[in-house]
């Protein structure tokens, strides 16, 4: 298509092909000194016209160089907390109850069982394990029997007088880590927060779940 205008537009003489069009428009930057570049101009000039742009000019010459802390601005709201003052949560209530003093459950998810703990101001009041609930050898290690821990861990635990709301941590990564959550839920317990305080090892490969058993 392009050969085609081109060919229309031209006119042959001798062994010299002389455009009818004088220049070529080409659509250009804004701010640009020269409004359309011409044919006729070489990649050099080309080149200049395009380092005369104002836009480029102001890309080049702005500061890459890292904000001062005291000119910084400072943050607000959430995200003006530390670490550690997100993890009181002040001024969060549940139930009547701060979220500081919440009953917190550890969930122990390990290869072949799972163990829920419940702590009450640093007090156990709650100890379930999946040979305690009825399961033994290896159906210790089923997402049944890490439901089913949860499960009889939260009924207890109220039955006892413990307060619904609770704080959830899950260490390790055995099948029984999301069973066992689920079960606090079925039991009555309302969950307000779930950490994984799975320790991380260094010494040789991390850790990862077994491979799939095949029969």
């Known amino acids: 298509m392009l050969s085609r205008l081109l060919a229309a537009n031209c006119i042959n ?18 701010n640009c000194r020269s409004k359309h570049y011409d044919a006729t101009q070489s990649f050099e000039e080309r080149y200049i016209n395009l380092n005369t742009d ?3 000019e102001q890309v080049r010459n702005q500061a890459f160089d890292p904000i001062p802390l005291v000119q910084s601005t400072p943050k607000e709201g959430e995200f003006a907390r530390s670490s550690a003052e997100f993890e009181t949560r002040p001024n969060q209530v549940f139930g009547g109850v701060a979220y500081s003093r919440l009953p917190v459950v550890v969930i122990l998810a390990r290869w072949n069982n799972t163990i829920v703990t419940t702590y009450v101001d640093n007090k156990t009041i709650c100890y379930m394990s999946c040979r305690k609930v009825g399961f033994k050898n290896a159906k210790k290690k089923t997402e049944l029997a890490g439901e089913t821990v949860g499960l009889e861990a939260a009924e207890l635990c109220i039955n006892k007088g413990c ?3 609770v704080r959830v ?10 069973p066992a959550i689920r ?29 799939i058993r095949r029969i």
């Open 13 to 30: 003489v001798g062994r010299r092909v002389i455009p009818l069009v004088e220049s070529l428009v080409v659509p250009a930057t804004r």
């Open 54 to 56: 104002i836009r480029y």
């Open 163 to 165: 307060h619904k709301y």
């Open 169 to 178: 941590v899950v260490r390790g990564i055995g099948i029984g880590r999301k």
């Open 183 to 211: 079960g606090l839920a079925r039991g009555g317990m309302e969950i307000v927060s779930i950490t994984d305080k799975t320790p991380i090892t260094n010494e040789s490969l991390p850790q990862r779940p077994r491979k």
